[in-house]
């Protein structure tokens, strides 16, 4: 039980691309979900918080334009780096939490910009 | 939000057993401990979860002091696949918690 499912797991674009990133709660309903970032050799830095159908809650120094966050579901959050540069590579995580249950993380998405 | 501390690195022989041991002096009364593991290139994964005394599952136990102002993991006799980054969390078990990654433990198993 509690498999979250993050696709893609690794993504190459072109500087100045958007790219997607869905995290899927695949057998609970998850009423918050998170968006981590992890550098290499790092620890994980917690990007976001976001609940079904209100808007995230970014941390600080975290541009909620850069990194739009939809949570249109109980079992589904996306989210989408906009115009993509070199320093926004990097390893996203996302993980999902029903109430009174710890949280339960993807495998992650390598994303590469050129 | 209680902040946690723990060694950077151990290493262990393989069939040991390994203990990490994790202190949240300022962990509040409703908060829970948490343990994950995380290998390279892969999402953090669920352990053990307590809050006092022991807890004990099918990988791991927990034991947790009465001040509950540290918490240790432990893993009997450990296989160089146990190699990995090792995260305790703290924090309640409801709304936004649990969600601040310390440093971790790197343990490394040799064989």
């Known amino acids: 039980g509690a498999v979250v499912s993050q696709h893609p797991s690794w993504v190459i674009c072109k500087s100045g691309t958007s790219v997607k990133i869905e995290c899927r709660s695949l057998d609970f309903q998850a009423t918050t979900m998170f968006w981590y970032r992890q550098f290499p050799k790092q620890s994980l830095m917690l990007m976001a ?16 334009d850069k990194f739009l966050i939809n949570h249109a579901s109980l079992t589904l ?38 | ?17 390994v203990n990490i041991t994790c202190s949240h002096n300022n962990i509040a009364t409703n908060d829970y401990i948490t343990w994950y593991q995380q290998f390279p290139s892969q999402g953090p994964r669920f352990i053990i979860q307590g809050y006092k005394t022991k807890v004990t ?5 927990l034991f947790i002091p009465a001040d509950r102002k ?26 936004a918690n649990n969600l601040f990654f310390g440093t971790g ?6 064989p």
């Open chain 1, 49 to 64: 918080t976001s609940n079904e159908g209100s808007k995230a809650t970014y941390e600080q120094g975290v541009e909620k």
């Open chain 1, 77 to 114: 959050s996306t989210l989408t780096v906009t115009s993509a540069h070199p320093e926004d590579s990097s390893f996203y995580i996302c993980s999902a939490k029903s109430s009174m249950e710890p949280q339960h993380f993807g495998d992650g998405t390598r994303l590469s910009i050129l």
């Open chain 2, 1 to 17: 939000l209680a902040k946690t501390t723990q060694p950077i690195s151990m290493d262990s022989y393989e069939g040991q057993e």
């Open chain 2, 57 to 61: 599952n099918e990988v791991a136990s």
């Open chain 2, 70 to 95: 540290s918490s240790t993991l432990s893993l009997p006799r450990v296989s160089l696949s146990d190699t990995a980054v090792y995260y305790c969390l703290v924090g309640a078990l409801t709304g």
């Open chain 2, 105 to 110: 433990t790197r343990l490394t198993v040799i």
